[in-house]
């Protein structure tokens, strides 16, 4: 979160949890340039980075993020995603980045996509874990699975109607790479 109103200076907070089995870390600013500075560090290690901002602050941060990383945008590192609180507010500016945002009406809504796209994310590290073909991969793409299972059972649970496919495609990957790990055992 990045607030616009630069006079105030609550520093960042960064927390590292595992939790319902996921790993995962979050961030949240209160000043712009922490964001970016830790947009760029995340960049640079090559983590996936999914940013949440209301209409207000996205009104003016978007449009540095976009300048400044264009081509992680486009490539689908950088995720944006807008909370729309004001209907009535001036959406020229959504219009000029629509093909980098997400813009959601409710936070439910909201939540369920990041809950579905970070699902996706782990979903792609471990079938490109699986190319490699070296158990310890294969074991860690079997983690990426479960964690896409949870994460989509939780988006299911809050939004049933685009459920089947995607668990059906991850329950069917978790059962291929457990054939490879018992194939593999039995030798």
């Known amino acids: 979160m990045v607030d616009i109103y630069d006079n105030i200076d609550y520093g960042s907070c960064q927390f590292s949890t595992i939790d319902f089995g996921i790993a995962s870390q979050l961030a949240a600013f209160t000043k712009s340039a922490s964001c970016l500075n830790y947009i760029c560090e995340s960049i640079r290690e090559d983590k996936q980075i999914y940013i949440i901002v209301s209409d207000v602050i996205g009104q003016t941060f978007v449009p540095q993020i976009c300048s400044e990383y264009t081509a992680e945008l486009e490539d689908g590192r950088i995720q944006i995603y807008v909370l729309q609180f004001y209907e009535w507010l001036d959406l020229d500016w ?29 979903v792609k590290i471990g ?5 490699k073909d070296i158990i310890t991969n294969i074991h860690q793409a079997l983690t990426y699975f479960y964690w896409a299972k949870i994460l989509l059972g939780r988006a299911d649970k809050l939004d049933a109607h685009l459920a089947l496919k995607p668990m059906r495609y991850v329950n069917s990957l978790i059962n291929q790479v457990d054939r490879m790990i018992e194939t593999r055992d039995d030798s």
């Open 94 to 122: 959504q219009m000029e980045y629509a093909d980098y945002l997400l813009t959601f009406g409710h936070e439910l809504d909201l939540l369920c996509r990041l809950l579905r796209d970070i699902s996706h994310y782990y």
């Open 127 to 131: 079938e490109r874990s699986l190319e």
